[in-house]
């Protein structure tokens, strides 16, 4: 079955660290360019950070220096590592991916959404 699942999340103080981590299943991890995703209350889903097979990162300005994305093609793992936590960094967390190989109408084939992974810092 093709699946993500994220874990990891809970809740924290403002300047603290978590490491959230993603685990797919059901397809060739290595042709997917994986990244990891938030929602506020209120606000659209958007891209945070993401990590192809070679290791080639992106980042959003706004964690940019606070972030780092890892992957580990052998445990079809993704995680993301949090720094510097802001109450702004407040969201729903999801991973998702983007094949490099398949395209349907267009656009590259993407993984189903998982169920994320709750981050809520506050003090």
């Known amino acids: 079955q093709v699946q993500v699942v994220e874990s990891g999340g809970g809740l924290m103080q403002p300047g603290g660290s978590v490491r959230l981590s993603c685990v797919a299943s059901?397809?060739?991890?290595?042709?997917?360019?994986m990244g990891w995703y938030r929602q506020a209350p209120g606000k659209e889903r958007e891209l945070v950070a993401h990590i192809a097979s070679d290791g080639v990162t992106y980042y959003a300005d706004s964690v940019k220096g606070r972030f780092i994305i890892s992957r580990d093609n052998t445990e079809k793992t993704v995680l993301l590592q949090m720094n510097d936590l802001r109450p702004e960094d407040t969201a729903l967390y999801y991973c998702n991916g983007a094949s490099i190989r398949r395209w349907v109408q267009g656009t590259r084939v993407t993984l189903p959404w998982g169920q994320g992974t709750q981050v809520t810092v506050s003090s």
């Open positions: 059901g397809i060739i991890f290595s042709d997917y360019v």
